[in-house]
Structures are given as structure tokens and as C-alpha cells.
């Protein structure tokens, strides 16, 4: 415990250095009530910030607390992002003799302006209903009656302490609107038990689909009663893919939809729960083509032995705020996009529904995608 509480003192201490010194101490040289008032609101936020986030997402879940972490993490994180970028550069200009005494201050005001601006901006990015994203996806194994086969997937949607009902409803209009053949679910779906996110999750039992609506669960169903979560979904009309796989047919021709648990399923002590492909394609028959659901894009080496021919995953949300990207790849193959992984199979990495925890979105737009499925061979993703 000491060691993990030196280790977050560190991250938070790291994580406001940059910004306090190039908005207040970089030689801006602001009046003493400035510099005393800018260093209290950082202090009081370093001091607060692990209690917040306790009372949060700790056992007592308290939403008020969680919005207030969750949103001042993000605020930091784009504060000390641009303040490093903002504080190369007054060195730079430093090196060449540029900007004299005013240049410490107009890096300041630059990296404040910018900040409020992306803060805006990504607020009303991770509140809006996102963009639809469509693409075509060449499978040679699907029959030609399936041809044309409308896929639309959902991730991420992390319904949580923000009360998005209001936004889920329209995320459901959306969908509904591009006529599905198939709607996926690709996990982490809330933060917080279905009790608690019901009102949120309602929505999701109007989508509809002519063929079938499957849900798998995410790293984040595993804090928050996962088994409730597929329970909940099989009440609103879903199909959980809980290591288990549905045909869908038409025109004489078969398309195996396949699910497995989340890879920290069974690290999570719940009965019964791991990823296990093995189990999702008992029973399938090995001629037809593969469409498998798993949340996190790092299970696709396991999909690619067992030679699936598309997997559609979540979990990164490309990023969510620039630049996270780069820190997600260092744990996942590919961070969004579709990307081709041995011979036959294919990965379709969706950037999220909604978002976790800051209620930001920095050059990493949501989305809704819609794949539409063509038989015949498949170009090499670019």
C-alpha cells in the first residue's frame, strides 16, 4: 500500500509540475496574489484529487465525487500535455534569444488559451450523439446471400456518474435509423451496477436489428457486476455472447456470431467467466465464416490462430484525449481502424460510443460504426 500510495503521489506530482511552473513560475512574473492563487488551486487539487477518486469509484460510488475527479483528471491531463509542448517551446525561443522578458507570459496566456479551447471543444465531443463511421468489410468465407450484411457496433458506452439517459436515447435513434441487419455491443457498457445505470441503459432494449443483437462484456462490466450486466442485456432483448456464438442466416447462406468474455474475466474470481474461444465456437460448423466479439483488440493473436475471419473490438477509444493514443498502443495491437493479422482474419477497432471517466474527447471523435460485409476476397487494409 505505501508503495502504490508513493507511486500515485509521484503521477499527480508530475502531472501538475509542468502546468503550475509554465502558467505561474516560468518567469511570467505575475502579481504575488496570481502566482499564490494559481499554486493553492494546484496544491488543493493535488491533495484532494486520491480522496475524490476513493469516494468515486470506491465502494461508495458517491456520482457527485466521480464527476469531480473524473473531470479535473482530464483537465490536468490537457494542462500538462500542452504546458510540456508550451514549455519547449519557451526554451527554444529562449535558445535563440527570441520574445525578451514578455515571452514567459505570452507562453503562459497561449498555453491557458489553447487549453480552454480543446477542453471546450472535447467536452462537446464526448457529449454529442457520435458520428456514424461506415466501411466496407471484404469477408471471402461470407456467402453471397449475406452480402450487404449491415453490421452496426456499439463500444464503450460507460454509462456513468454523468447521467446520459437523455444521450442514449438518441444513440438508439441513430442506430435504429441505419436499418441493421446486426447491432453489436463491444463491452463496457457502464461504470456502475445495473441498478445504478438503469435508467441510462433502458434505451438499448428499443434498438432494432432483423437478424440479431449481441453483447459481449468489457474490462469495466468486471467492477461492476459483470453476470448482472449480461442479465440486464438479456432483458432488454440482447443476445449475450457469454463464450457462446448464434447463427444468423439469409439467402440459403449461414454467418457465425461469436463472443468471449473480456481477457480480465478470469483474473476478476467471478465463476465462470474467462475468455474462452474454444467454448464461444463449440458446435459451429468450421466451414462457415466467423464474426467474433471481443472487447479488447490485444485477444486478436487467439482469433487469428483459430483463423476468425473478422473481430470486432473496443476498449481503447482511440485514445479519448491526444495524446493517449501513443500510451495505448503499448498495450494494444492497434489503437482504431480496421488492420489485417495473419492470413485470414481481419480487426475492426472501434474508437467508443461514449467516454470513460473525463468527459473529453481531444482528437479522438467517438463513433457508431456501421461495417457493411461483401463477400469475395479482401484488399489489405492501408
Known sequence: MLRRLAVLVLVLVVLCLPPWWTLFASGADWPLPVFLAGTAVFAAWLVSFPFLMVA????????????????????????FTWSV??????????????????????????????????????????????????????????????DGTRVVVLADTHYGPIDRAGWSARVTEAVNALDADVVVHAGDIADGTPAQRREQSAPLGTIRARLAKVYVTGNHEYGSEAQGWLDRMADLGWEPLHNR????????DALVLAGVDDVTAESSGLAGHRADLLDALAGADPDRPVLLVAHQPKYVPQAAAAGIDLQV???????????????????????HGLSRHGERTQLYTSRGTGFWGPPFRVFAPSEITLLTLRSGDAPTPD
Not at 468515486?56 to 483537465?75: C, E, K, P, V, Y
Not at 466501411?135 to 471471402?140: C, I
Not at 473490438?313 to 489503437?335: A, E, K, Y
Open 85 to 146: 509542448l508550451g514549455g519547449s517551446v519557451d526554451l527554444v525561443l529562449a535558445g535563440l534569444d527570441v520574445g525578451g522578458v514578455g515571452r514567459a507570459r505570452a507562453v503562459a496566456v497561449t498555453v491557458a488559451v489553447v487549453c480552454a479551447g480543446l477542453l471546450g471543444w472535447g467536452h462537446h465531443e464526448a457529449m454529442r450523439v457520435p458520428r456514424v463511421k461506415r466501411l466496407d468489410v471484404r469477408l471471402p468465407r461470407l456467402g453471397g446471400g449475406l
Open 245 to 252: 456464438h448464434v447463427v444468423v442466416e439469409r439467402g440459403g
Open 313 to 335: 473490438s473496443g476498449h481503447t477509444h482511440g485514445g479519448q484525449i491526444w495524446p493517449f493514443n501513443f500510451l495505448v498502443r503499448l498495450d494494444q495491437p492497434v489503437v
Open 56 to 79: 468515486g469509484h470506491g465502494r461508495r460510488r458517491s456520482d457527485r465525487a466521480a464527476r469531480i475527479a473524473d473531470t479535473s483528471l482530464g483537465m490536468i491531463w490537457v494542462l
